[in-house]
């Protein structure tokens, strides 16, 4: 570690995929392969332009990995983002980083599911037939140690490189911000993460066990 002050922190950039019909409607969209709206692809592609490049803010030189939600509004979103450059940075698609499995509650709005269970809070009830805030916590754990690995490879052994990026959803990224700064996930009906929007984390004092927010929402889809 003796030479990692001269190191960049390392960083993930976490990403929502852009706007659907279900997302403009509020609908929850866990399993359901919806995809973008035609404005949503047309933001996705202009982030991509804006961001994505040689000396931009996502540069290929500093990413070590994607991690990519398998459903077609993540996909796409990452195809977006990236197909400019003609060559896709090393990514994986992955069920790891999926929506929230919202079970017997999938595609409805929230009003819906009040009517059918008054009271419902999904940061402390889970989802009947899906995801149960302990599943959803765990399985949002374990992407963070991948990418903790990840920095930490980085910073104490100079080996890969600085940035991970993660192409997913709302729900699944709201917790995620609460677990990365060892919140518990409940904490994650705190943060608004809309369309498109990109979220920055990194540590506090170039020490990996002070796990930050940079930023939250940047490039957003603002409706």
């Known amino acids: 570690m003796s030479d990692n002050a001269e190191r960049p922190m390392p960083r993930l950039f976490l ?13 929850h969209t866990g399993r359901s392969d919806i995809p973008l709206t ?34 077609i509004r993540a ?15 090393d990514h994986i698609i992955t069920e790891e980083v999926r929506e929230w499995d919202y079970g017997k509650y999938e595609g409805l709005k929230p009003a819906e599911i009040q009517a059918l269970n008054p009271g419902w809070f999904i940061w402390k009830d889970g989802c009947p037939g899906g995801e149960g805030t302990a599943d959803m916590a765990h399985r949002v754990d374990c992407v963070i140690d991948k990418v903790r690995e990840h920095h930490r490879l ?12 993660i192409v997913a959803h709302g ?15 409940s904490l994650g009906t705190h943060f608004n993460v809309e369309p498109a929007g990109m979220a920055i984390l990194s540590y506090n004092h170039r020490n990996l066990e002070e796990p930050a927010l940079n930023a939250l929402n940047l490039y957003a889809q603002i409706n």
């Not at 990403?15 to 609908?27: A, D, F, K, V």
């Open 15 to 27: 990403i929502r995929h852009g706007e659907t019909e279900w997302s403009l409607n509020g609908r």
């Open 38 to 71: 035609e404005r949503g692809e047309v933001k996705a592609r202009q982030m991509g332009e804006q961001l994505v490049g040689p000396g931009k803010v996502l540069d290929p030189a500093n990413l070590c990995t994607v991690f990519v939600s398998p459903r």
């Open 75 to 89: 996909h796409r979103t990452f195809h977006l983002l990236f197909d400019h450059l003609g060559k896709l940075p």
């Open 154 to 165: 980085w910073l104490e052994e100079g080996k890969g490189s600085r940035d991970v990026v």
């Open 171 to 185: 729900h699944f990224n709201r917790v995620f911000i609460a677990r990365w700064v060892r919140f518990p996930l």
